[in-house]
């Protein structure tokens, strides 16, 4: 009779301990970022996927999107609880206009960056319980972009440099507990 109870015991505990793994495995997978090109995105304009080390500020980084002036992405979002990280740069080398980023959920303008050389700039924006997510990219200057470039293969049209673009699933207001 002991012996039943021990394995009966044995076999309660190795369920509920997959049970647990398993959900525990759900939850952490809903938790991972999802990167821009999981989103389900419509690009009006231009942009191109790259993977090339930049410096900025004398520090190295890798740049994973590279994104021309004047463009528009518009991606579908996972819904519930969820914040936008977005990290953009422009190297030291290169003589660019100021960026400016703006961010829109479900048409709502949310939240507007500008940012300069020499400097990794990062955006962290609530899009809760949004369908959808646009993000403009454009030269911040009020004159014309292309009278910041020098030489004539550098010019504003090279984009703007990337770091990080994704989704965060789940996540709470940085700040709140």
Same mark, same amino acid.
């Given at each position: 009779m002991k012996r039943v109870r021990w394995l009966?015991? @044995? @076999?309660?505990? +190795?369920? &509920?301990?997959?049970? &647990?793994?398993?959900?525990?495995?759900?939850?952490?997978?809903?938790?991972?970022?999802?990167?821009?090109?999981? @989103?389900?995105?419509?690009v009006n304009g231009r942009q191109r996927s790259?993977?090339?080390?930049?410096?900025?500020?004398?520090e190295i980084y890798t740049s994973m999107l590279r994104i021309f002036? +004047?463009?528009s992405l518009?991606?579908? &979002?996972? +819904?519930?609880?969820a914040f936008l990280e977005l990290q953009f740069a422009i190297p030291d080398k290169e003589r660019k206009a100021p960026i400016k980023v703006d961010v829109y959920v479900d048409g709502n303008h949310l939240k507007s960056l500008t940012g300069e050389k020499g400097k990794v700039h990062t955006m962290l924006v609530d899009v809760s319980n949004g369908k959808s997510l646009s993000i403009d990219v454009d030269c911040a200057a009020a004159t014309d972009c292309l009278s910041v470039s020098s030489g004539p293969f550098s010019s504003i049209l090279d984009g703007y440099n990337f770091i990080k673009f994704q989704v965060v699933p789940g996540a709470s207001s940085p700040g709140r507990r």
């Amino acid at each position: 009779m002991k012996r039943v109870r021990w394995l009966s015991g @044995l @076999l309660s505990a +190795g369920v &509920l301990s997959f049970t &647990l793994a398993t959900v525990g495995a759900q939850v952490a997978q809903a938790q991972r970022p999802i990167p821009w090109t999981d @989103l389900k995105c419509q690009v009006n304009g231009r942009q191109r996927s790259m993977f090339e080390d930049i410096v900025v500020s004398r520090e190295i980084y890798t740049s994973m999107l590279r994104i021309f002036p +004047g463009t528009s992405l518009t991606c579908k &979002l996972p +819904g519930g609880r969820a914040f936008l990280e977005l990290q953009f740069a422009i190297p030291d080398k290169e003589r660019k206009a100021p960026i400016k980023v703006d961010v829109y959920v479900d048409g709502n303008h949310l939240k507007s960056l500008t940012g300069e050389k020499g400097k990794v700039h990062t955006m962290l924006v609530d899009v809760s319980n949004g369908k959808s997510l646009s993000i403009d990219v454009d030269c911040a200057a009020a004159t014309d972009c292309l009278s910041v470039s020098s030489g004539p293969f550098s010019s504003i049209l090279d984009g703007y440099n990337f770091i990080k673009f994704q989704v965060v699933p789940g996540a709470s207001s940085p700040g709140r507990r």
